[in-house]
């Protein structure tokens, strides 16, 4: 099947820094991929739908200005979080999928925390 | 999209066939039901997906009445290393993508 891959798979980093999450198609092309995130014992909870050559569009509730999205190219969308704070910490996932009627395939997920 | 409602937990034994099912009242005509398993740190992955009827893979059965307003997952013969937590979900994939909503998934834990 398909595959889709984050990077890292996890991450530690000071309150304050900026923290960038990778998300790559590696076996086809995706001009739309989504972020979302999970908090500990919680479902996910869907961010953004990142289109590629466009801006992304955000879910209510969420800071555009916090969580950059950058889709590059047909196979790499980008997470940035910026001034990450303690409450940032969560599982970050990125999915996308071959066409609109096609299953979505999940990366692995990116565990963030801000210490 | 349609909202779903799933059981919060279940518990099995090894070696059990376990029914999961999902409530979607509202589903509309375009919406196909899709289900996830998630282990613990890990991204959701596919296990099948179905519009009506019976879908039948190697890992599971999804079985869909006529009205669609609600789904059962079938998961034959269930091990320890099918704990996990599984979504169901519905969602009109014909509008050019596949945004998914997740709803709160049932916990699954199966003992020895």
């Known amino acids: 099947g398909a595959v889709v891959s984050q990077h890292p798979s996890w991450v530690i980093c000071k309150s304050g820094t900026s923290v960038k999450i990778e998300c790559r198609s590696l076996?086809?092309?995706?001009?739309?991929m989504f972020w979302y995130r999970q908090f500990p014992k919680q479902s996910l909870m869907l961010m953004a739908t990142?289109?590629?050559?466009?801006?992304?569009?955000?879910e209510q509730g969420v800071e555009k200005d916090k969580f950059l999205i950058n889709h590059a190219s047909l196979t790499l969308s980008t997470l940035t979080v910026t001034s990450a704070h303690p409450e940032d910490s969560s599982f970050y996932i990125c999915?996308?999928?071959?066409?609109?009627?096609?299953?979505?395939?999940f990366g692995q997920g990116t565990r963030l925390t801000v210490v | 999209l349609a909202k779903t409602t799933q059981p919060i937990s279940m518990d099995s034994y090894e070696g059990q066939e376990v029914n999961i099912t999902c409530s979607h009242n509202?589903?509309?005509?375009?919406?196909?039901i899709t289900w996830y398993q998630q282990f613990p740190s890990q991204g959701p992955r596919f296990i099948i997906q179905g519009y009506k009827t019976k879908v039948t893979n190697e890992v599971a059965s999804l079985f869909i009445p006529a009205d669609r307003k609600s789904s059962t997952l079938s998961l034959p013969r269930v091990s320890l290393s099918d704990t996990a937590v599984y979504y169901c979900?519905?969602?009109?994939?014909?509008?050019?993508?596949?945004?998914?909503?997740f709803g709160a998934g049932t916990r699954l834990a199966v003992h020895p």
């Open positions: 076996d086809f092309q995706a001009t739309t």
């Open positions: 999915s996308a999928s071959r066409d609109s009627r096609a299953e979505a395939f």
């Open positions: 979900l519905v969602g009109d994939y014909s509008g050019g993508y596949n945004k998914l909503i």
């Open positions: 990142s289109n590629e050559g466009s801006k992304a569009t955000y």
């Open positions: 509202n589903i509309a005509t375009n919406d196909y």
